[in-house]
Structure formats: C-alpha cells, structure tokens
C-alpha cells in the first residue's frame, strides 16, 4: 500500500521561528510536492522536486525552501515564520508527471 | 495564467438527492483528475479522464470530460451521507504540470 507520511499533523510556531515540515514517501518516486491548501483558493504548488538535489519554483514559493537530500525525504522549510504562512500543508508524490499525486495527509501550522 | 473554476463552491443537500459538481476552464487538458479530500487527511485520487467526450462511473459517481477538453463535472446519484467531503477537480496541462480547482464543499445530511 502507498505511504507518504508528513512529521507533524499540527505544529504551532511563533512568528520569526524557523520551521521543518518533512515528508517521505515509500514508493520510490522520482517527483515530490509541496502544497499549502487555504479555503478558497485550493491547492497552490510551493516548491516540487523531480530528482534528488533538484528543485523547481512552484507559484508561490516567496518565503520558502525545499531540501531534497535523499530520493524518499522532501522538506519544507519556513526561514521565518510569518502569519500569513497559517495554512495546511500538503506533500505528494508521483512516479510519472502524467500520474496520480499520493498525498500525505497534511500538516496545518499555525503561525502566531 | 491558467484557471479551473470549480462550481459551487458549497453545497449541502439531503441524503438520496441528485447533485452535480462543475469544473470549467479556458483552458484545454491532456486529462483531468478529480480527488475527494475528507476533514484531516490529503486528497485521494477518484478518477482520471482523458479522452475529450469521455465518461466514467464509480458506483453512484459518474464523471464526464468535455468534448473540447476544457471542462468536466462529477455527478452524484442518491448521495449519501459518506459522500461528504471536498471535491477537488485538477487538470493537467501541456507542461504536465496539475492546475487545481478550489474545490467543492459537499455535506450530505441524513
């Protein structure tokens, strides 16, 4: 059975903090995804990483960094955390773009 | 920009009613994915459409791909309570990149 597992289902920060949000997956995908989910607004890619070490901008990557050390770990790092960076935060990963994306079942952070 | 306007936003009906849930772009895909989301967990695939016309059912789920590939809708026979949850409709473009709807809420009341 597919996994991807995220290292946090609720984490509280304060603003200014530094903030790790891991995901790893178990089906030896080459492609891996960072979301963050806000009503309304649906799903919007932060950063995804297609091989180890590579990384590629999503649509809204101001304010974050990704970490793509090893095939099965893709973390999401908030430098300083701010307010508005209060969301659910979504990984996924797929074997083939044209695939489907395996989610984990999300951190929601909460930035004071 | 590429957009996927998901209609509606909200819906809440009673058990053992029909609903329809829309998905409409511009913008024409290779295929489209639908995902049902439930509270406290990721997005779990549905079904993928490919071909332009196309129509798949799941059970008391069918779902229909626009003939020119822009648009889908997912339609629910006699909704049931364990229907609840959000529907997210994303399509795939040329870059093979997904672009996301905003999804619909959908309650379902015994």
């Known amino acids: 059975d597919v996994k991807v597992t995220q290292s946090s289902r609720y984490l509280v920060k304060r603003t200014g903090e530094k903030v790790f949000l891991e995901c790893v997956q178990d089906m030896d995908h080459e492609n891996m995804f960072w979301y963050r989910q806000d009503p309304g607004l649906g799903l919007r890619l932060i950063y995804f990483s297609y091989d180890v070490k590579m990384k590629e901008k999503g649509d809204i990557p101001e304010g974050y960094s990704v970490s793509r050390e090893k095939k099965e770990r893709f973390s999401l790092i908030l430098e300083s955390a701010s307010t508005n960076q209060t969301s659910m935060y979504l990984c996924?990963?797929?074997?083939?773009?044209?695939?489907?994306?395996?989610f984990g079942p999300g951190t929601r952070l909460l930035v004071l | 920009t590429q957009l996927l306007e998901q209609s509606p936003q909200f819906l809440s009906i009673q058990e053992g009613e029909n609903l329809t849930v829309y998905c409409n772009s511009s913008s024409v895909f290779s295929s489209l994915q639908w995902y049902r989301q439930e509270p406290g967990e990721g997005p779990v695939l549905l079904v993928t459409?490919?071909?332009g016309g196309e129509v798949k059912k799941l059970k008391r789920l069918t779902f229909q791909f626009g003939d020119a590939r822009k648009d889908s809708s997912l339609h629910i026979t006699a909704a049931q309570p364990g229907d609840t949850g959000l529907y997210l409709c994303a399509g795939q473009d040329s870059n093979y990149q997904l672009i996301w709807g905003a999804g619909t809420k959908l309650i379902i009341k015994p």
């Open positions: 996924a990963s797929t074997g083939n773009f044209a695939e489907t994306q395996y």
């Open positions: 459409v490919v071909t």
